[in-house]
């Protein structure tokens, strides 16, 4: 209690100048400094405050006892790696550990510090001054993790902590080697929780956000290296920062250790990351309208826009439309929430999903299975769709065509698209990832004439995007018994994209 108490007071202090001029009394304090401070009534009178300076002294002490215990298992990475361009070399932070169930100790630490390098080729300063090379490298570029085997045993590991107990305000220290100075240690707290949807840079392949948000000053070389709570043991890895001006702005992120366990374990035992899946896309802009829409007061949740056949989504009959509200329990915030959620559950475990159907709560239990599985359903997909193109035709426009059992639109017979892919993009004026259907050709008996033009890009019906035309008949087909349908267009507009809503009135 003494030393919670104490280092409360000290951050207090740090936190704000200001409070240099407001009267402490600390029972606790067996040592006082008499200081004079200006009264708030008189200027020219001055009233005596007592500080607490043993108070400030044993925080002190506390931070650097944290500080000392951690700093051992923390070193400094430094790799060569080939490119087009040349050899580069990155520098970054590991914190070392003992294996879960695993003999043997290993450095956590980032991918990108590491990647494509092997062997001699990684260099590991230890915090004793040694150098030494891994045995081993194992890469998750989900996470952006990796961990190296290590041969020695004669270093101190650090312990782990529970990133799931920490709270906004925690007090924590960001350690590694920013701009190449290893051993730096800083201060802050936890800012927030639960961070995705971050962009990571060009070539960035993260899936798996769920970053914590601190304020201890996080630089390049930082990388790696463990955010630590105060009691000295991890409860993240630092890998990215927010700054506009390359360095430190106040706005760090870490991945938290309950993700990094859960890796860990999974690439030292298997080899690699078995993620669970439920085989379902979402809608990535949920919006309120279309929470409205489905009788709902705010958006929350994860929307269901597709389920995939022969899938634990389509055994479990998840459906169009369906808001998953809760996953094992746990209140859904998002689509990304829902993917980190999925992906850290074990496969072939039974999860009970709670879903918004029609106005109504439903409860149903699914069995996840192998992310890889539908992977290679995906990767068969496309090879299917590839070998069944003509050589020299790749752009040649698809007529609209009515699938077999399925009553589309009469009047769109002459509606001419193709699927839009990125070197159409860019001739077009469109960014590279822009996806949906080309508008090849609108003919004037075609219900779409005058709404669509020749070079627009279908990417919504209904609220539901559509990125091929076996995904747009069957929204149309969905919806076949609405008179209107809400539908949403880009143009390339020189360069300059924008969207457009237009309401089609499909039955006239």
């Not at 808001?323 to 859904?332: Q, R």
């Amino acid at each position: 209690m003494k030393n919670r108490y104490s280092l409360g007071l000290v951050l207090a202090l740090i936190a704000s100048a200001s409070l240099w001029n407001t009267c402490f009394e600390s029972p606790l304090a067996s040592k006082q400094l008499e200081a004079k401070v200006p009264s708030s009534g008189n200027p020219g009178q001055q009233n005596t405050a007592i500080l607490p300076l043993t108070s400030l002294h044993e925080g002190s002490k506390h931070l650097a006892k944290i500080a000392k215990l951690a700093t051992p298992s923390v070193v400094h990475i430094q790799c060569e790696r080939q490119t087009p361009r040349g050899a580069v070399e990155e520098t970054g932070s590991g914190v070392i550990v003992r294996g879960e169930g695993t003999p043997g100790l290993f450095i956590v630490t980032n991918r990108h510090v590491v990647r494509d390098s092997n062997g001699n080729s990684i260099s590991i300063r230890l915090h004793d001054g040694r150098e030494i090379h891994p045995e081993r490298k194992w890469e998750d570029k989900d996470t952006d993790l990796a961990i190296l085997k290590i041969n020695i045993t004669d270093v101190t590991p650090a312990e782990w902590g529970d990133s799931d107990k920490l709270d906004i305000g925690h007090m924590v220290l960001a350690m590694g080697s920013p701009f190449g100075l290893s051993e730096s240690v800083t201060l802050g707290i936890i800012s927030a929780k639960g961070r995705r949807s971050l962009q990571l840079g060009s070539g960035s392949e993260v899936l798996n956000q769920n970053f914590l948000q601190t304020d201890a000053a996080i630089n390049p070389g930082n990388s790696g290296g463990p955010l630590i709570d105060l009691e000295g043991k991890i409860i993240g890895i630092n890998t990215a920062i927010a700054s506009n001006s390359g360095g430190n702005d106040g706005i760090g992120f870490s991945i938290p250790s309950k993700l990094v366990r859960h890796v860990f374990n999974q690439l030292v035992k298997y080899g690699q990351v078995y993620r669970a899946y439920l085989g379902v896309q979402l809608d990535p802009e949920f919006s309120i309208a279309t929470a409205t829409r489905l009788t709902m007061d705010r958006v929350r949740g994860a929307r269901v826009v597709k389920v995939i056949s022969n899938t634990p989504a389509s055994r479990a009959n998840l459906k169009y439309d369906d808001i998953i509200l809760s996953f094992g329990g746990i209140d859904v915030l998002d689509q990304n929430h829902l993917i980190n959620l999925v992906s850290l559950t074990p496969i072939d475990q039974r999860v009970s999903v709670v879903m918004l159907r029609n106005g109504r709560k439903v409860n149903v239990m699914v069995e996840l299975a192998d992310r890889k599985i539908l992977d290679e359903l995906e990767r068969k997909q496309k090879e299917s769709q590839q070998s069944s193109r003509r050589p020299g035709t790749s752009v040649e426009p698809m007529s609209f065509q009515r699938v077999k059992d399925q009553k589309a639109p009469d009047a769109l017979a002459g509606l001419q698209l193709y699927t839009m892919n990125e070197e159409l993009a860019i001739q077009l004026g469109f960014e590279k990832s822009q996806s949906g259907l080309l508008v090849m050709n609108v003919d004037q008996q075609s219900s779409l004439y005058g709404v669509v033009h020749l070079y627009d890009v279908i990417e919504e019906v209904a609220g539901t995007p559509v990125h091929n035309l076996s995904e747009f008949q069957q929204a149309l087909h969905q919806h076949q018994t609405l008179n209107s349908l809400v539908l949403k267009v880009s143009n390339g507009n020189k360069g300059k994209p924008h969207h457009q809503l237009f309401i089609w009135q499909q039955n006239q």
